[in-house]
Structure formats: structure tokens, C-alpha cells
């Protein structure tokens, strides 16, 4: 069957007979209309019509996001393991505390430059690089800002290099890290902590980013700003604070 011959019907039968979650069919199905959206943009389909905008994807409500997230007790349980005299170390410390501390996506984190991480205004800032080319720019927290600081003062790093880089015998390979470095690295320091690594990831550092400004009295808007989402619904997912009451009052249960 040739791309001009794909109709509605063959992409809703597609989805029919497909196996997966909610979540990821409704993802594919997005992929699919960008596809089509090329296509018929590059006048690649002739007919000019994308048949996939009539299909109807699954309805999936969700109000809680399901990335798992970390106490404030769990987070110093992790930062504790890491240690700060090793060049790992401290790169190791300096990339969780930005996760922790901006809200950003570990995608934006392995590809920021030394340059991206400037001063402004007797400030640092951290200038991010999100999905979707989404950029923007990030004030510093003290914690992350020392963290950086202490991770910069040994590498040298100068601008054009990648901020994080690979390590080998003890020395900066240049090369930056990938998604899947960071993930292993923070599983190894989960396990080290006594937490199940299993639940923990990189995206758990942007649950507990933003789960504990908005328990410190954070606004919704300016979470959503940091965290550079579109809308403020998508920064509601991440909050993770009635999780906290729900388990306080389930233990209300009690037969005596």
C-alpha cells in the first residue's frame, strides 16, 4: 500500500488492533500526524489531506503524573553518597543538583555548553535548551550554583565544550554525556542511598523540584515558568504534595 492509499479507516483499524498503554498510543498517534503533517506540507501527498486528523485517539484523563519522586529526607539520603573529592564527584553532584534545582530535563542537561552557564545581574544563570527548541533561561540556586562551581574550578572547561562531559583515567574526554549516562549513574547512587533504584530516575528530579517549591510556598505559574512547561497543567502532574496527606490519613485506619 502506497502513503497515497493510507486512509482514516487504516490508521484507526491500525490503533485498534494495537497493543500498549493509553499514553503511548495517543503519543503515536501524534507521530503519525506529524508525519502526515510533512508529507502534506512537502507536497509529498499529493491528495493534500492528512487522513490521521479524523482518527479519534483513546481519552486518557490524568490529573497525577506517574514519574516517581523523592522526599526531602530521600534527597539528602542521595546527595550524601555522592561525595565531593573525586572529578566524578563532583560532576555527579553538579548535574543532580541542576536537575533538582532548575527543574530541567536531563535531554537539556547533557547538552548544555560550558556558555550556557553565565552571570547576569550579580546572579548565574543556566540557559536551557528544552524540548522543541524551547529556550530559556534559568536564575541559579546557591546550592546549585557552589555544586557547578566546585565541579568548574578543576575542569578548565572553556567555552564551545560541553558543561558535562565523559570521564576516563581521571580526565575530561570532551565528549558530552548521553541521556542513558546520567540514568545509570543515578540508579548506581539510589542503590548507594538505600533508596529502590528501580523507582528513581532522572525525571524524579523534576517531580522533586517542583513538588518541593510548591510545598515551600511556590506559586503554580512560577513553577510552570521554571520548569518551562506551556501550560500549568502539565506542571500540576509533577505536584506530588496531597501524596504526602493521602498516607498521613490512610493511616486513620485503625481497628481497635
Do not use: W
Amino acid at each position: 500500500m502506497s502513503v497515497e492509499e493510507i486512509k482514516a479507516p487504516h490508521i484507526a483499524l491500525y490503533f485498534e488492533n494495537s497493543k500498549g498503554s493509553v499514553a503511548s498510543k495517543k503519543m503515536h498517534l501524534a507521530a503519525i500526524r506529524s508525519l502526515f503533517n510533512f508529507l502534506v506540507s512537502n507536497e509529498t501527498l499529493k491528495s493534500g489531506i492528512n487522513p490521521s486528523l479524523s482518527v479519534r485517539g483513546p481519552s486518557l484523563s490524568r490529573t497525577v503524573g506517574k514519574t516517581p519522586y523523592l522526599s526531602g529526607e530521600e534527597v539528602l539520603q542521595l546527595l550524601s553518597v555522592i561525595g565531593e573529592e573525586t572529578l566524578k564527584q563532583k560532576r555527579d553532584r553538579a548535574i543532580i543538583c541542576t536537575m533538582l534545582y532548575t527543574f530541567a530535563r536531563v535531554g537539556a542537561v547533557v547538552k548544555l555548553k560550558r556558555e550556557d552557564y553565565f552571570p547576569m545581574n550579580k546572579r548565574y544563570f543556566l540557559r536551557l535548551n528544552e524540548k522543541r527548541g524551547k529556550e530559556h533561561m534559568v536564575p541559579v540556586h546557591h546550592i546549585a550554583e557552589e555544586a557547578l562551581d566546585a565541579y568548574l574550578v578543576e575542569t578548565g572547561i572553556k567555552g564551545g565544550d560541553y558543561l558535562f562531559q565523559g570521564i576516563q583515567a581521571k580526565q575530561l574526554t570532551g565528549r558530552g554525556l548521553s541521556r542513558v549516562n546520567v540514568f545509570d549513574m543515578i540508579k548506581v547512587y539510589a542503590e548507594k542511598a538505600g533508596l529502590r533504584p528501580e523507582f528513581v530516575c532522572c525525571h524524579s528530579m523534576r517531580a522533586t523540584g517542583i513538588t518541593t517549591f510548591l510545598k515551600n510556598g511556590g506559586s503554580l505559574e512560577d513553577a510552570r515558568q521554571i520548569a518551562n512547561h506551556a501550560d500549568s497543567r502539565t506542571t500540576r502532574l509533577y505536584d506530588r504534595r496531597h501524596q504526602e496527606v493521602t498516607v498521613s490519613e490512610i493511616e486513620r485506619i485503625r481497628f481497635e
